[in-house]
């Protein structure tokens, strides 16, 4: 499901998943299939990791990175959760073949 929320996001950020919805800045961002199938990458790590746990990891994560790189959005984006999502953002088939747990391979 998604749902739109203008002001929720901070500077550049569009798109956000929270299980089970896909949360937009705008409604024209709903056409943008590579930024859905992004989000989609991402609840189906919630859904392998349930959502606690993942939350856990995502943000132990952040703040692990962010202490090595001294820079937040270095930090977001080696994010391995993150990794995983860009680099198979623009394959639309990427979640019928992904393996579970295919953001491990993204941690280093």
């Known amino acids: 499901m998604i749902l739109i929320f203008k002001h929720f996001f901070y ?4 798109g956000l998943s929270l299980w089970p919805f896909i949360i937009l800045k705008e409604g024209a961002l709903r056409t943008d299939d590579v930024l859905i199938n992004h989000e989609r990458i991402h609840l189906r790590q919630q859904r392998e990791l349930l959502l606690v746990p ?3 990891l995502y943000f132990s994560e952040w703040i692990l990175r962010t202490v090595l790189y001294l820079d937040s959005y270095r930090a977001y984006q080696n994010i391995s959760f993150e990794r995983e999502a860009y680099a198979n953002e623009r ?3 990427y979640l019928s073949k992904r393996k ?3 953001f491990m391979q993204y941690l280093t």
């Not at 500077?11 to 569009?14: E, F, G």
């Open 11 to 14: 500077k550049n950020y569009v």
């Open 54 to 56: 993942f939350y856990f």
């Open 91 to 93: 394959d639309m088939e």
């Open 100 to 102: 579970r747990f295919g």
